[in-house]
């Protein structure tokens, strides 16, 4: 049986050759380290946390994170296994001993019979002769990599810093204050949500942009310079208290249905998935440290009860559009023998990396052996996930994602007594979401049941 290739010992690479070896298949693990080293790691061992310690909520009732957890649990993953092995205090989040985590993924690869772990680094596309191939190679990926990927990809990799505009619940937004227009009414005539603000709300928001806490550079990102088309929303500001009226915030072209004033601004918020449940503000990717964020974008006045699924944020990446290049088993449309799984993505977060490094073990695995495997429903936290990232998105505006409620299809308004329909909200709401995914998970895991090669019992 030939082997399959994973390049990248992150938890992607690593939980997806821990899959592929439960189907009794050999593995190649490529780990450029110690040979090559990052900026941002310190050690040599497999699934360093570079980052953080937690893996974020465990609440599998009320949080989309803590609901992907019981899904990697309940498909044998092996990151959330060794989590939970080595987890630490952190009341209702998933927290683990960094160095311990990592030191037991790398010693249960290593001692794995059908694993192989090359310490080298593959610098350019890997040969027609390995055959199936997972690239899980994350947001740093090297120079060399990276330039052949975007060359069979047809895509610029993303190699700057990166800025990520700030993220809408459609339903927090307060539509008493805002409208949907196109300025000059071009296209459908209704493309945006339009939020306004008058003189002296611009003003202030201005002042307090300018005013509020950034996040500050890593050393390694120093000598990263901005990308001039999609430069911070603070940048701009600083650059004159009218710079961002004659960029994103400019109000020409368009009439606000709630005043007789014209707008002295106007925020911008275009829709950002399929489902039309996320909004994405447009041109206000930002470095401002996620507190100030809430504070400050709260005072437009549309978005005072503004629930955001992603704040903004600006850092070195490496990424696919992967709407536009992956199919819907993580294959590279143009090189369907490379797959991808992790940040590289477009997912964002370790626990959403290892729930992509699953199913791109499973998807692969399942080819080699000449099986069909489907892909988890979207109404599941990795099916969401994984039709965000494959479609679900709109490949213009794509950007790095974490799991969210957003991302899943809408649930049924309940009947109410009055013989009226009542939308679910807060707590209700989220409940109903886990709920569905759960049962939806159970049948697919049932339809897709995976015989270990290794151990007696479905994984």
């Known amino acids: ?28 693990l490529h780990e450029m380290r110690p040979t090559r080293r990052t900026d941002a790691h310190v050690s040599d061992q497999l699934a360093e946390l570079v980052c953080s310690n937690s893996f974020r909520s465990d609440d599998a009732d009320q949080n989309a994170v803590g609901l992907l957890h019981d899904e990697l649990r309940r498909a044998g993953s092996l990151i959330l296994s060794i989590a939970d092995e080595c987890k630490v205090p952190a009341g209702g989040a998933l927290a683990v001993d960094r160095e311990q985590f990592s030191q037991r993924v790398t010693e249960t690869l290593e001692n794995e019979p059908l694993v192989t772990i090359d310490r080298s680094e593959v610098t350019g596309l890997p040969p027609e002769d390995w055959g199936s191939v997972i690239v899980a190679t994350g947001p740093l990926t090297s120079p060399g990599l990276a330039s052949a990927i975007s060359e069979i990809a047809g895509e610029e990799s993303l190699a700057f810093f990166d800025a990520i505009a700030p993220i809408v619940y459609k339903e927090s937004i307060d539509f008493s204050e805002a409208w949907f227009q196109s300025r000059y009414d071009k296209g459908d005539g209704s493309d945006y949500i339009n939020c306004a603000l008058n003189e002296a709300e611009y003003i202030a928001f201005i002042d307090a942009l300018l005013a509020a806490a950034k996040v500050d550079f890593h050393e390694w990102e120093g000598k990263t310079p901005y990308f001039e088309g999609c430069l911070p929303i603070e940048v701009m500001a600083a650059r004159g208290l009218d710079t961002p009226r004659y960029g994103p915030m400019k109000p020409v072209g368009l009439t ?51 629930e955001f699924a992603r704040l903004g944020g600006l850092h070195r990446n490496t990424f696919l559009n992967s709407p536009k290049v992956l ?115 159970g049948t697919w895991l049932a339809a897709n049941e995976v015989v270990s090669a290794q151990q007696d019992t479905p994984i």
């Not at 049986?1 to 690479?13: F, R, T």
């Not at 070896?21 to 190649?28: A, N, S």
């Not at 996320?278 to 978005?303: C, D, S, W």
């Open 327 to 441: 199919d819907d088993r993580l294959c590279l449309r143009a090189a369907p023998r490379l797959r991808f799984a992790g940040q590289i993505t477009g997912v964002e977060g370790y626990v959403e990396s290892a729930a992509m490094g699953l199913l791109a073990g499973r998807f692969a695995a399942a080819e080699q052996l000449g099986e069909t495997m489907t892909s988890p429903p979207g109404t599941t936290a990795m099916g969401a996930l994984l039709t965000h990232i494959t479609g679900g998105a709109d490949a213009k505006t794509f950007q790095p994602m974490n799991i969210n409620f957003g991302l899943f299809p809408l649930l049924p308004s309940p009947p109410q007594t009055d013989g009226k329909r009542k939308k679910l909200k807060g707590k209700d709401r989220k409940l109903a979401h886990t709920t569905r995914a759960r049962e939806a998970f």
């Open 256 to 306: 606000n249905p709630h005043a007789e004033a014209k707008p002295h601004a106007v925020i911008q918020l275009r829709q950002d998935n399929a489902l039309g449940t996320l909004y994405n503000i447009v041109g206000f990717q930002t470095k401002l440290r996620h507190g100030e964020q809430t504070k400050v974008f709260k005072m437009i006045p549309a978005l005072k009860n503004a």
């Open 1 to 28: 049986m030939q082997k399959i290739h994973v390049i990248g010992g992150g938890l992607a690479g690593s939980e997806a050759t821990w899959q592929i070896t439960r189907r009794g298949l050999p593995v190649v």
